[in-house]
T-cell receptor
């Protein structure tokens, strides 16, 4: 079945540091890939997405590129802020045999802590 | 507007109670989802509705009963729950069930079963 693997952390960085959160996936077909962010006590917010190979998703200074050859979708940000502290989930969605998607398959989540 | 609303925000119920969680979206989305999230874990899919019909039931116990009265509303009826059912219940919606459609999540209902 489909699966997503990401570093769990916690990942602790200083403000203005460069961020990379690795994400790799296993899928039988051609999935769409997503990054979601969850702040304490809240639901999930879509951060960015990519639906085909070499697509780059970007939002709020975060970027991730869909790499089919390495089955990866690593999240990067050039200069993190304290307000970026949250849990980040990499996820995929794939079409099932009926032509619809089965919902999202999530990685375990990476807890990011940014210190001033 | 990309808002999904959920009520109540918090719910405490005993094991013999019957309660319902409500989810609403006004984005014209035709697919709606229920997820369960335990502390420090990723969300796990419970149910998928597509065009108001149940498409996927991920082997969820019958004490959880979903209902989709119309295209904007999704309910989750709870009965005879166990303490291990305590979790954050998240509702989401997407334009359709295609894999490239992003899902928009509500803030969740934090359920405690005593």
């Amino acid at each position: 079945g489909d699966s997503v693997t990401q570093m769990e952390g916690p990942v602790t960085l200083s403000e203005e540091a460069f961020l990379t959160i690795n994400c790799t996936y296993t899928a039988t077909g051609y999935p769409s890939l997503f990054w979601y962010v969850q702040y304490p006590g809240e639901g999930l917010q879509l951060l960015l997405k990519a639906t085909k190979a070499d697509d780059k998703g970007s939002n709020k200074g975060f970027e991730a590129t869909y790499r089919k050859e390495t089955t990866s979708f690593h999240l990067e940000k050039g200069s993190v802020q304290v307000s970026d502290s949250a849990v980040y989930f990499c996820a995929l969605s794939e079409v099932d045999s009926g032509g619809g998607a089965d919902g999202l398959t999530f990685g375990k989540g990476t807890h990011l802590i940014i210190q001033p | 507007d990309t808002e999904v609303t959920q009520t109540p925000k918090h719910l405490v119920m005993g094991m013999t109670n019957k309660k319902s969680l409500k989810c609403e979206q006004h984005m014209g989305h035709r697919a709606m989802y229920w997820y369960k999230q335990k502390a420090k874990k990723p969300p796990e899919l419970m149910f998928v509705y597509s065009y108001e019909k149940l498409s996927i039931n991920e082997s969820v116990p019958s004490r959880f009963s979903p209902e989709c009265p119309n295209s904007s509303l999704l309910n989750l009826h709870l009965h005879a729950l166990q303490p291990e059912d305590s979790a954050l219940y998240l509702c989401a919606s997407s334009q359709d069930r295609g894999s490239f459609y992003e899902q928009y999540f509500g803030p969740g209902t934090r359920l405690t079963v005593t």
